[in-house]
């Protein structure tokens, strides 16, 4: 908790001597600088928000298309079948990452 306290205090002894140090002018200026800042950066969030509904929406209509071709075509069995291979590949292959590496004495 000491730690916590000699930074607050240090911080608290920044901000005076910034204060001290600079007149207005300049702390204004920072001020609105870093909120230029903030605001740019939740600008960015939104549009990152926005993309990700996009690419969300995008795909859930793929997902229904694939659907409505699978079932006309009569392949959702096929599909089914090969999601499972699919899904022991990955477990094979997790197991086997897992395991040991034989590495040469020379390497």
């Known amino acids: 908790m000491a730690k916590i306290d000699n930074r607050v205090a240090q911080l608290e002894d920044w901000v005076k001597k910034m204060g001290e140090d600079n007149d207005q002018n300049v702390v204004f ?3 609105n600088f870093l909120l230029s800042q903030i605001r740019a950066m939740g600008n960015e969030n939104s549009n990152i928000t926005q993309q990700a509904q996009q690419m969300q929406g995008a795909l859930q209509a793929n997902n229904e298309a694939l659907k409505v071709f699978l079932e006309k075509n009569d392949l959702v ?5 090969h999601l499972e291979e699919l899904q022991k590949e990955a477990e094979e292959n997790a197991v086997q990452e897992s395991g040991t590496k034989k590495v040469d004495a020379q390497e």
């Open 29 to 31: 200026a920072n001020i």
């Open 77 to 81: 069995m096929d599909w089914q079948e």
